[in-house]
Every structure is written in C-alpha cells, then in structure tokens.
C-alpha cells in the first residue's frame, strides 16, 4: 500500500513536472503594426520602420520559449527593402530566415531570407510595389526579458522616377511664378518712382 501511494505521488509530480516544462516551452506570436520613423508619402526617396519586441502586451517572453513575431508595415510606391535586428544583451538568438509577404491576401512569400549570426539577422535586396506587408522573425528568447529591436530600410530603386506632377499643379506653380514675378515688378516701379522723386527735390 506505501509502495502504491509512494508510485502514485511520484507520477502525479512527474506529471505536473511535465506540463510545467511544455508550458514553459510555449511558443509566443505577436502581431505589431509599424508606423513609419519618418514622413511616409510617394516621392520620398528613402523611408525607415524601426522595430523591436520590447512592447507592453508583448508577450511574456521567458528562457527557453520561442517567438514568432509578425511585423505589418506600408510602402507608398515601388520600395526596395533591406532589415537588420539585433538582441539586445544577447538575450535572443535568432533562426536563418525571415519572411516577407503581402498582408492578408494569402499569397507565398515574396522574400525568404536573411543571415544569421545568432544574435543578428540582416538581409535585403528585395523590391516591393506600393502595399501593404509583412515580415515575419522567429528566434529563441536565452533569458527571461529579453528583447531585441532593429530597423527595416526601403529606398527607391534606381531608374523609379518621382510621380510626374499632374496639370493642377503646373498651373499651381504657374499662378506662383507669375505672382512672384508681378510682385518684383510693383517692387521696382515703386522703387523707380521713388528715385524720380528724389531727383526732382
């Protein structure tokens, strides 16, 4: 009968040993949405998304659990994109790849790539249309807390132009130039006049 309850006492604390470990072994999936570190409209030609994981709500992110972060940003016009994260502390190792894609219509990503050095993942090289995208690290956290952060680049490719600007604006930036020109005129027809005058007193 000892035998009995000394097996059973010892089954149930291997079993409760067990799902503490798979719980502690969880993965974490967040989503983020990037709003730009600079000014984000067509005709810029370079614009930046800094990123990290260190976000209130942003998991637990114990030793030993895994992540899988999901990032969603916006591109103006054509954009070619480039990424580098770091951990911070060397508290995250990341895996080989990231994946970048269009959000939310279910197509393959267009870009699977990225070296890794452990604790620093870089890559690029990949040229986006305007829309909307994601992309997407997976690591390992080495410590509880730790966190990692890093910065997604897009410049435009050489050969895309600026928008050509359309008729309303010429005639914009015409109604400006002839105001600045009939403004200089009244400025030296006053002048002028006020030189006459001199010369008669």
Excluded: C
Aim: glycine share 10%.
């Amino acid at each position: 009968m000892i035998r009995f309850k000394t097996l059973a006492l010892s089954l149930v604390a291997a079993a409760s040993f067990g799902a503490a470990s798979a719980a502690h072994a969880a993965v974490e999936t967040n989503v983020f949405f990037l709003p730009p570190s600079d000014v984000d409209t067509a005709g810029d030609t370079d614009l930046s998304w800094n990123f990290t994981n260190n976000i209130a709500g942003g998991g637990d992110r114990l030793k030993g659990d895994t992540f899988d972060d999901i990032f969603i940003f916006n591109t103006p016009d054509t954009r070619q994109i480039s990424f580098t994260a770091f951990a911070d502390s060397l508290g995250v190792t990341f895996d080989n790849y990231l994946y970048l894609a269009p959000w939310g219509d279910g197509t393959s990503p267009t870009f699977s790539s990225g070296s890794s050095v452990g604790f620093f993942i870089n890559g690029g090289g990949v040229t986006l249309d305007s829309g909307t995208y994601y992309f997407e690290l997976t690591g390992t956290y080495l410590k509880t807390g730790a966190t990692y952060s890093g910065i997604l680049a897009a410049i435009q490719p050489a050969g895309v132009t600026a928008p050509v600007p359309e008729p309303e604006t010429w005639a914009l930036m015409a109604m400006g130039g002839l105001g600045a020109w009939a403004a200089t005129r009244r400025r030296r027809a006053a002048k002028s006049t006020q030189t006459t005058a001199m010369a008669l007193a």
